[in-house]
């Protein structure tokens, strides 16, 4: 019973983290690479988006699994069609982002907006691969680590979820 609370305890703290990233690791960008234009403003802004976006989808899901762990199947399917209608409009802003970046280090160089708006920009696309479609997390268990060190990837659950939902809901 210990290993099961332990493990509902990690899901939750999952989406606790999550959540709170949707607003520190913004706060954080914009305090290191304040702005000191419009141009970089609204660079910035874009690379936030996607982010902030990515981890919400991500508190919702982690929340709902410790939900799902505890017997209410329902926040799963919410969580899961948060992310479903979410997808497109992530990867659009975050393509948007990506192109906002570029554009900037062309035009404006490295400065500490755009390398903020970069950090985010890569950290919204990692968040996207890891939620929907590889785990890219592999440092909370041995297993996963494991399987870091051996170069194979598995398709991450969040992906599963989703794949799963997608198929009951067409």
Not at 1 to 14: E, I, P, S, T
Not at 49 to 64: H, K
Request: proline share 3%.
């Amino acid at each position: 019973m210990a290993g099961r609370r332990k493990r509902l305890r990690n899901f939750r703290n999952y989406a606790l983290l999550e959540a709170m990233n949707v607003v520190l690791v913004p706060a954080i960008a914009l305090y290191l690479g304040r702005p000191s234009s419009a141009a970089e403003a609204v660079v910035l802004v874009l690379a936030i988006l996607p982010t902030s976006g990515l981890l919400l989808v991500g508190a919702a899901y982690w929340d709902a699994v410790d939900r799902r762990l505890k017997g209410d199947r329902r926040p799963l399917r919410r969580a899961c069609g948060l992310a479903d209608r979410a997808e497109r409009p992530l990867l659009g802003l975050l393509a948007a982002a990506a192109i906002a970046v570029l554009a900037a280090l062309a035009i404006m160089g490295w400065t500490a907006a755009v390398v903020a708006a970069l950090v985010l920009t890569l950290l919204a696309a990692l968040e996207y691969v890891n939620y929907y479609k590889v785990q890219l997390q592999h440092f909370d268990n041995l297993a996963d680590l494991r399987r870091l060190v051996s170069g194979r990837f598995r398709r991450s659950h969040f992906a599963r979820d989703l794949a799963a939902y997608r198929r009951t809901a067409a």
